[in-house]
């Protein structure tokens, strides 16, 4: 079975920083892209960033200049650095991998479950 678990959510003023970590466990073989998602409520789900096994970064226009993704491949862990946070950044965050587990000829989407992130004043 993997999981993947996120932490590092909460309140922040805006101005403010959280760092958000994912920790995918169990039976992996090899990740691939490794990202961060986010949904506010009554809208849809919104890539944030991702990062590949070699380093390249991707990231919304929205967030430029204010987050930063990085992993650590040996801890299969993926970090979002969130700075100069907004009010429109609150939303569940989200973590996904794509990645195979041993005995898997393929590689799959997996996810976590989310952490709130809520930045107000």
């Known amino acids: 079975q993997v999981q993947l678990v996120e932490s590092g959510g909460g309140l922040v003023q805006p101005g403010g920083s959280l760092r958000l970590s994912c920790v995918a466990s169990?039976?992996?073989?090899?990740?691939?892209?490794m990202g961060w998602y986010r949904q506010a409520p009554g809208k849809q789900r919104e890539l944030v960033a991702h990062i590949t096994t070699g380093g390249s970064t991707n990231y919304a226009d929205s967030v430029k200049g204010r987050f930063t993704i990085s992993r650590d491949n040996a801890k299969n862990t993926v970090y979002l650095q969130m700075n100069s946070l907004k009010p429109e950044d609150t939303a569940v965050y989200l973590c996904n991998a794509d990645l195979v587990e041993f005995g898997s000829v393929s590689y799959r989407s997996y996810w976590g479950q989310g952490t709130q992130v809520t930045v107000s004043s």
């Open positions: 169990g039976s992996i073989f090899s990740i691939r892209t």
